[in-house]
Protein backbone atom coordinates (compact mmCIF):
# COMPACT_ATOMS: atom_id res chain seq x y z
CA UNK A 1 0.00 0.00 0.00
CA UNK A 2 1.42 3.46 -1.07
CA UNK A 3 1.89 5.47 2.40
CA UNK A 4 0.03 8.42 1.84
CA UNK A 5 1.63 11.69 3.61
CA UNK A 6 -0.92 14.23 2.68
CA UNK A 7 -4.69 15.16 3.88
CA UNK A 8 -7.03 17.67 1.75
CA UNK A 9 -9.27 20.11 3.70
CA UNK A 10 -11.96 21.41 2.34
CA UNK A 11 -13.72 24.79 3.61
CA UNK A 12 -15.93 26.51 1.34
CA UNK A 13 -15.48 25.96 -2.32
CA UNK A 14 -11.74 26.00 -1.61
CA UNK A 15 -9.63 22.56 -1.21
CA UNK A 16 -6.07 22.77 1.00
CA UNK A 17 -3.62 20.47 1.22
CA UNK A 18 -1.49 19.67 4.12
CA UNK A 19 1.41 17.54 4.27
CA UNK A 20 1.29 15.09 7.82
CA UNK A 21 3.91 14.54 10.30
CA UNK A 22 4.73 10.72 10.98
CA UNK A 23 3.71 10.12 14.39
CA UNK A 24 0.98 7.03 15.67
CA UNK A 25 -1.31 10.56 15.69
CA UNK A 26 -1.42 10.91 12.38
CA UNK A 27 -1.49 6.91 11.52
CA UNK A 28 -4.55 7.19 13.64
CA UNK A 29 -6.16 10.25 11.81
CA UNK A 30 -5.22 8.41 8.56
CA UNK A 31 -6.50 5.23 9.50
CA UNK A 32 -10.02 7.23 10.60
CA UNK A 33 -10.31 8.40 7.27
CA UNK A 34 -9.53 5.59 5.50
CA UNK A 35 -12.79 4.96 6.52
CA UNK A 36 -14.22 8.26 4.72
CA UNK A 37 -14.67 11.78 5.17
CA UNK A 38 -14.74 13.59 8.35
CA UNK A 39 -16.33 16.44 9.09
CA UNK A 40 -15.41 19.15 11.63
CA UNK A 41 -17.50 22.41 13.18
CA UNK A 42 -14.67 25.07 14.27
CA UNK A 43 -14.69 28.11 16.31
CA UNK A 44 -12.12 30.54 16.32
CA UNK A 45 -10.16 30.70 19.74
CA UNK A 46 -7.91 33.52 20.88
CA UNK A 47 -7.70 35.35 17.52
CA UNK A 48 -4.68 32.60 16.50
CA UNK A 49 -6.96 29.58 15.74
CA UNK A 50 -9.85 27.49 14.44
CA UNK A 51 -10.38 24.72 16.73
CA UNK A 52 -12.97 21.93 16.64
CA UNK A 53 -13.89 18.87 18.24
CA UNK A 54 -12.78 15.46 15.79
CA UNK A 55 -15.25 13.38 17.58
CA UNK A 56 -12.52 10.45 18.57
CA UNK A 57 -9.55 10.30 20.49
CA UNK A 58 -6.52 9.73 18.72
CA UNK A 59 -2.93 8.76 20.92
CA UNK A 60 -1.00 12.14 21.78
CA UNK A 61 2.55 12.95 21.03
CA UNK A 62 2.71 16.20 22.72
CA UNK A 63 5.80 18.61 22.65
CA UNK A 64 6.25 21.86 23.25
CA UNK A 65 5.70 23.83 20.04
CA UNK A 66 5.90 27.61 18.66
CA UNK A 67 2.76 27.29 15.87
CA UNK A 68 2.70 29.43 12.55
CA UNK A 69 0.02 30.00 10.19
CA UNK A 70 -1.15 27.08 8.32
CA UNK A 71 -0.01 24.66 11.02
CA UNK A 72 -2.71 21.66 12.30
CA UNK A 73 -2.30 20.43 15.23
CA UNK A 74 -4.04 17.68 17.64
CA UNK A 75 -4.96 19.36 20.84
CA UNK A 76 -5.82 17.31 23.79
CA UNK A 77 -6.06 14.04 21.95
CA UNK A 78 -9.52 15.34 20.40
CA UNK A 79 -9.41 18.78 19.02
CA UNK A 80 -8.17 19.70 15.82
CA UNK A 81 -6.84 23.15 15.02
CA UNK A 82 -5.69 25.00 12.63
CA UNK A 83 -3.59 27.85 13.22
CA UNK A 84 -3.39 31.40 11.45
CA UNK A 85 -1.50 32.88 13.64
CA UNK A 86 1.25 31.98 16.74
CA UNK A 87 1.12 30.19 19.32
CA UNK A 88 3.59 28.23 21.80
CA UNK A 89 2.05 25.14 23.84
CA UNK A 90 2.44 21.53 24.24
CA UNK A 91 0.63 19.76 21.96
CA UNK A 92 0.44 17.17 18.83
CA UNK A 93 1.66 18.33 15.51
CA UNK A 94 -0.02 16.86 13.01
CA UNK A 95 1.35 18.79 9.49
CA UNK A 96 1.15 21.72 8.05
CA UNK A 97 -0.86 23.11 5.18
CA UNK A 98 1.06 23.87 2.06
CA UNK A 99 1.12 27.08 -0.39
CA UNK A 100 -0.91 29.45 1.99
CA UNK A 101 0.15 32.66 3.43
CA UNK A 102 -1.62 33.86 6.86
CA UNK A 103 -3.62 36.35 5.48
CA UNK A 104 -4.78 33.94 2.64
CA UNK A 105 -5.69 31.53 5.17
CA UNK A 106 -7.14 33.80 7.38
CA UNK A 107 -9.59 34.74 4.55
CA UNK A 108 -10.83 31.03 3.80
CA UNK A 109 -11.21 30.78 7.10
CA UNK A 110 -13.08 33.77 7.52
CA UNK A 111 -14.81 35.24 10.54
CA UNK A 112 -16.89 32.75 13.09
CA UNK A 113 -17.50 29.73 13.03
CA UNK A 114 -16.43 27.03 9.56
CA UNK A 115 -17.54 23.57 8.62
CA UNK A 116 -14.51 21.72 7.24
CA UNK A 117 -13.96 18.37 5.85
CA UNK A 118 -10.82 16.41 5.80
CA UNK A 119 -10.19 13.40 3.48
CA UNK A 120 -6.87 11.78 2.30
CA UNK A 121 -5.05 13.09 -0.92
CA UNK A 122 -4.63 10.82 -3.37
CA UNK A 123 -1.41 12.10 -4.07
Not at 29 to 47: Q, W
Not at 76 to 82: D, H, K, L, Y
Request: no cysteine; charged share 20%; glycine share 8%.
Amino acid sequence: MLEINAMNIQIGDTTLTATLVKNSSVDALKKALSKGPITINMRDYGSMEKVGSLGMDLPRNDEQITTEAGDIILYQGNAFVIYYAPNSWNFTRLGRINNVSAKELKEILGDGNVTITLFLSKE
